[in-house]
Each structure stands twice: as structure tokens, then as C-alpha cells.
């Protein structure tokens, strides 16, 4: 197919379903907002919740393999084309796609009702459905981001897992759930070492600010993906040992350099470009927090797991979600009043879910104030980038 014919056939599409990332961005935004709001209320008791996993089960598992597998799949699916040179999936195999997840993120709320395996099927479906997708172009344009489909192959392996503990055919009953945990940090690792000094390369340097760029991947970078590699090995497989709880804060400090190393301050005037960077500080922050909780008990091991889920995955999706709609829809990439809302409101949600067991405020006011905070970033970018996503730009704007 020629350039211009490939052209005109998008063109013809729908815009919703011109890339899956349009709709699975908007979608699994709103379905953290849900989540969220479902949770505080089912944790305060104002509701029972239709789902045969345990309420914190339910709510670990849909923001982890729900919200981050929508963000996960929309990404790629934004991506690979650029990867491959491939023309995008566009039509009705996005809808199909898209439906599948609905169908999955349904079937879990309410597996009371339909039967849990039923729902487990569809939720690793769609993860084998994206590593289909995902493998056949990757490999038929000889593309050298394969290791990226066996990250995919065992995250499926892990939302089967959770789903197993769930129905209690596994010994441990969270094992499933950290091991998706730390596939997605490693992801965010490797791929925030790779875009973060390298966006902030290009923006200090497009301002004539050539001293003092930031130091790009080399030996020391290696080092410290092999650190948190096994730090969180083992913290999948030996939670209570005190030599993982060391190595989980050796690479909660190496991530901490890392990150100096980017010279993020230098880019504070751009914050689609400095909040990669506050986003990626929450993972040396969580490291350092979750080893100390297995050393020190004093530190809660929530406060931990919400400076990582709440803090670097959901601060960190959203950064990337606001730039790649800005720049697959053909908008500028800059930072209105609206995006840097949204990035200020998840982060001090996160700080604010984070600190809430050390706070003299009331427990449960402090939850649903953060619940408020971080849930206004999600409502705030379904408003915004939804409608960007799922509309045509005006003349002009493109």
C-alpha cells in the first residue's frame, strides 16, 4: 500500500478507532478513576462489592493488569509503528480489541455473579492478544525491541497468577501481584532511562543550552537495572528477607544518582519534560521505602506500595499518556494550564496516600482526600485528553 493510499484509508476510519492508544488511554483512565472511587468507598463501607476477589485483591489487581495494561497496550500500540515503520491497526480490530478489555475489566468487578475463570480468561487474553500483535510486528520488520515481548508474555503470566491466588490455587496469595509489580517498575527503569535524559537532551539543547546535558546510558545504568533486577527477584520470591530488604535499598539509592545524573532542574521551565522527571523520583523513593519496611516496622509497607503504584506508575503513565496524545493527535507539545493540573494533582495525591498512615489526621479523611486529589488528575485527563484523543483537531491545529 502506497504512503498516500495508507493516508486516505485512516482518514476514513473513525477517529476513536484510528490507533488503539485514542481509546485505551481514555478508557483506562477512567477506569483508575473508578477503581479508585469503588475502593474508598467499599474500604469505608458505604458498599459491597460485586467481585469474588477480595476488595483489596480486586483493587491491587485493576490498577496493576486493568489500568497499566490498558496504558501498557495503548502505548505499544502508539509505538510500534514508529518502531517498525508498519502502518498502525486502525478500524474495526481496535474495536474488537478495546472490547475485549471492557468485557475483561467487567467480568473481574462482577466474577460473584459470572463465573471467576470466565473472567480470568478475558483479562489474559487481552494480554496474549497485545503479545500477538505486538510479536507479529515486531518480528516481520526484524525490529531489535523483541526483549520487549517477553516482558509482555510474563506479565500475562502474572495476571494468570493473581487470578489463580484469587480462586486459591497458589500458596502465596500476592505473589502474582508482585511479580506484575515489578515487571512494571523494570519497565519503567529501562524505558525511563532510555526517553527522560534523552528528552531533556533535545529540549536544553534546542534552547541553546549545551553545558551540562544529561549523561546518557552507559555502564553505571547497567549496573543499576542488574541491582533492581534481583533486588526485586527477590522480593517476588523471599518478601521477609532482610538481605532483599538491603538490596531494595542499595537500588532505591543507585536510582537516586541515576536520576541526578539527567539534570532535571535545567528543564523545570518545560513540565512535559521536568515531570519525567519528578515522576521518576518516586521509584527511588518507594525502593528505599519498601526495604525499609521489611528492616524498620515503623514504615508502613502501604506507604511503600503507593509511592510505587500511586506514585512512579501512576505519575509516570500519565506523563507519558499527556505527551504521546499530544504528539500522535498533531498537537503542539506544550503544557497548558489543564496538563499541568492534572500533574500536580497526581502527585500530591500520591504524597498524600503515601504519608496518610503517619498523619494525625483521621485515617479514613486522609484516604479519601488522597482518592480526591489523585482521582481529579484521571477525571481531569479523561475531560481533556479524551476529548483530544477521540476528536479530530480543528483546521490549524494539526
Known sequence: MTENAERDRVAETPTALQG???????????????????????????????????????????MLFGYLGAVIAGFLSAAIPNWTGRPAVTGWPVAAFVGLWVAARLAVLFSAIVPPLFGAALDVGFLLALLGYAARQIFAAGNRNKPILIVLLLFAAACGLDHAAAMGMTADPAIGMRAGFALVLMLIAIIGGRIIPAFTHNWLTKHGRTDGLPTMANRFDHAVLAVTAIALAGWVFALAAHPVAWLLLCAGALHAVRLTRWAGLRAVADPLVFVLHVAYAWLPAGLLLLGAATLWPIVPVSSAMHALGAGVMA???????????????????????????????????????????????????????????????????????????????AKGQA
Open 20 to 62: 488503539s492508544f485514542r481509546l485505551l488511554f481514555t478508557g483506562g483512565a477512567l477506569w483508575a478513576l473508578v477503581v479508585v472511587a469503588l475502593w474508598v468507598g467499599a474500604l469505608d463501607g458505604a458498599w459491597t462489592l460485586p467481585t469474588a476477589m477480595e476488595p483489596l485483591a480486586w483493587h491491587q489487581h485493576e
Open 315 to 393: 505519575a509516570m503513565t500519565l506523563a507519558v499518556m499527556t505527551r504521546a496524545t499530544r504528539g500522535h493527535t498533531g498537537r503542539p507539545l506544550e503544557a497548558d494550564g489543564a496538563t499541568i493540573a492534572i500533574y500536580v494533582l497526581v502527585n500530591l495525591g500520591a504524597l498524600l496516600r503515601v504519608a496518610a498512615p503517619l498523619l494525625p489526621l483521621d485515617y479514613m479523611l486522609s484516604i479519601r482526600l488522597a482518592g480526591g486529589l489523585w482521582g481529579g488528575a484521571f477525571l481531569l485527563f479523561v475531560l481533556v485528553y479524551g476529548r483530544m484523543a477521540l476528536r479530530r483537531p
